[in-house]
């Protein structure tokens, strides 16, 4: 398992721990897991749990063959493949589901948050095939509350007639345009990624070492919160360096250029000190 845990099995590639490029690489960080997995382990794990865009971890999409690969290595090694679509689900990339992004269907989906409309619901989705749980083997307090059940009808009723899918493309366009350009001009935005409504700036202190710039998104948070705007931070990782972008589906353009205009404003106040 010592193995198993130091290979990443994940395709961040702005930083790339076998310091590789894509496409030469080949998706080699694949491979890589793969090897840990069936040379590394006591025995192989029943399952691969992944988000397919990482959240709290850095805000990473992966390149569009890496997750048809994760599922053949899955595959390969008789193992099944999970995929938290806890933050990616209902809309948030621009889709109903991050898989559809990938083209790869996992064996089982958990979801949440979005679902409810700011009520609180969990679930899960699996294959057919899979034995499911036995009655009374998974209950918890909030089971089957009316309410709860009646909001999430709601909310995927509102997400299909108010097209927000499409809402969550077209906003997140225009944000990553509008953020790619700021890259352009500010050596302290190390990097721009994300899907639909889901994106992630990468701060570094340096271009060429992409040293994290971990003081100034910390400052970053900070300074928008002092002009009106929650951007998020992710920091899970040991980076520190990640600003969020993450708004609600219904967010006005003009409230996320309100957000788009404090970020460049708080981005040339950094660079200038």
Not at 44 to 54: G, K, N, R, S
Not at 68 to 85: A, S
Not at 93 to 115: H, Q, R, S
Not at 157 to 171: F, M, P, S
Request: net charge negative.
């Amino acid at each position: 398992m010592d193995g198993a845990r130091r290979a990443r099995a994940e395709a961040y590639c702005y930083r790339c721990p076998l310091n590789l490029e894509l496409p030469k690489c080949k998706l080699a960080c694949v491979n890589l897991a793969w090897q840990a997995i069936a040379r590394g382990t006591n025995g192989l794990p029943v399952a691969l749990f992944m988000e397919p865009i990482q959240g709290n971890g850095d805000m990473i999409n992966f390149p569009p063959d890496y997750y048809p690969t994760i599922r053949k290595m899955c595959d390969g090694l008789g193992m099944l493949l999970i995929f938290d679509e806890i933050q990616t689900g209902f809309g948030r990339c621009g889709t109903w589901f991050a898989e559809e992004l990938y083209n790869t269907v996992p064996d089982i989906m958990t979801i949440g948050k979005g679902i409810g409309g700011d009520f609180p619901l969990f679930g899960f989705l699996a294959r057919e095939d899979l034995t499911p749980f036995s009655p009374g083997d998974h209950s918890f307090t909030f089971a089957h509350f009316p309410v709860v059940m009646t909001a999430a009808l709601a909310t995927i009723q509102v997400i299909g007639e108010k097209n927000l899918l499409e809402r969550a493309r077209t906003l997140g366009e225009h944000a990553t345009t509008r953020l790619k350009e700021m890259e352009y001009n500010y050596e302290l935005i190390g990097g721009v990624r994300g899907l639909g409504l889901m994106i992630g700036i990468e701060l570094v202190k340096d271009r060429k070492t992409k040293t994290p710039a971990r003081e100034e998104a910390h400052e970053f948070i900070k300074m928008g919160i002092q002009r009106g705007v929650i951007y998020g931070q992710s920091k899970y990782s040991g980076l520190g360096n990640i600003v969020r972008i993450k708004p609600p589906l219904v967010t006005t353009e003009a409230q996320l250029d309100r957000a788009l205009d404090v970020f460049e404003e708080i981005v040339q106040r950094l660079s200038d000190e």
